[in-house]
């Protein structure tokens, strides 16, 4: 009973402006800034600009270049943690919504919270000095390496590989039936500001899917040769979607779409229920 309503108290509070909202909203920013500046790269490098790598690190170089850069990416790095610790309280009180209570919802959270903690900790790291030195297909390729020399390593890695896939199918499967609309609050706005949200939504969920549904099959086809080289960051896959027969403009779809997604993000940080 006692659990039931600190859960409930959780929800309800955090549209009130409790400390929960606060680091949702905080952590949609942050999140929304990256897949912007990567987005943006990404299009760089299709039209033929591929000075500065297409994923996190360069993001943050980006940034870090910028009038008060410095302190910029050390507020992307807290608004990551502020996202973590979002989906850390979903984990443990459950989300927004009548079936917030799913252990399937729980168990979503709790890997989203993994998954915003390895991001966040790199952010950081980057922001005091330490964490520039590789970039993510470099770090891509020496945790696949590393994997794959425990025992059973290349299955582990597949399992991934397959998850990572999997994970992408859902966010497209999802974007397309609109399924985040569920978790907006956009009763006072007007229908014009809901349709472009609704696009942005998405546009940008299906670039998302695509760039995890293709990382995951190089990670998959890695564990399958018995070859490190094989899984690819961000970056080389992004720009693997410029060597297939569409060349570089499915490049430059779905790095439009991965700034579509950042401005979803945005979007989200304004009308999301949390």
Do not use: N
């Amino acid at each position: 009973m006692v659990g039931k309503v600190a859960r409930e108290g959780a929800r309800t509070g955090s549209r009130g402006g409790t400390g929960r909202e606060v680091v949702a909203r905080c952590g949609l920013v942050a999140r929304g800034l990256l897949y912007v500046l990567i987005g943006v790269l990404a299009v760089r490098v299709a039209f033929g600009d591929g000075g500065r790598e297409a994923d996190r690190t360069g993001a943050l170089q980006e940034l870090a270049e910028k009038p008060l850069g410095g302190v910029l990416v050390w507020a992307v790095g807290i608004g990551l943690v502020c996202m973590m610790l979002w989906r850390l309280s979903e984990a443990v009180f459950g989300a927004a919504g009548p079936d917030g209570d799913k252990a399937s919802k729980r168990l979503a959270s709790a890997a989203r919270t993994v998954f915003y903690g390895v991001v966040a900790f790199s952010v950081l790291s980057f922001a005091a000095g330490s964490g520039g030195g590789q970039s993510g297909d470099e770090q891509s390729r020496d945790v696949t390496s590393k994997v794959m020399e425990v025992p059973g390593g290349p299955w582990w890695v597949g399992v991934a590989g397959a998850a990572i896939a999997v994970g992408g199918i859902v966010i497209a499967v999802q974007a397309a039936r609109r399924s985040f609309r569920k978790q907006l609050e956009m009763g006072r706005v007007p229908e014009g500001v809901r349709r472009a949200v609704e696009f942005l939504g998405v546009a940008g969920g299906l670039a998302r899917g695509a760039l995890f549904t293709a990382a995951g099959a190089f990670v998959v086809h890695a564990a399958v040769s018995y070859d490190p080289s094989q899984a690819k960051g961000v970056d080389d896959t992004l720009r693997a979607f410029a060597q297939t027969p569409a060349g570089p403009w499915l490049l430059v779809l779905v790095a439009a779409g991965l700034v579509l997604f950042g401005l979803f993000s945005w979007a989200l940080a304004c009308w999301r229920r949390v």
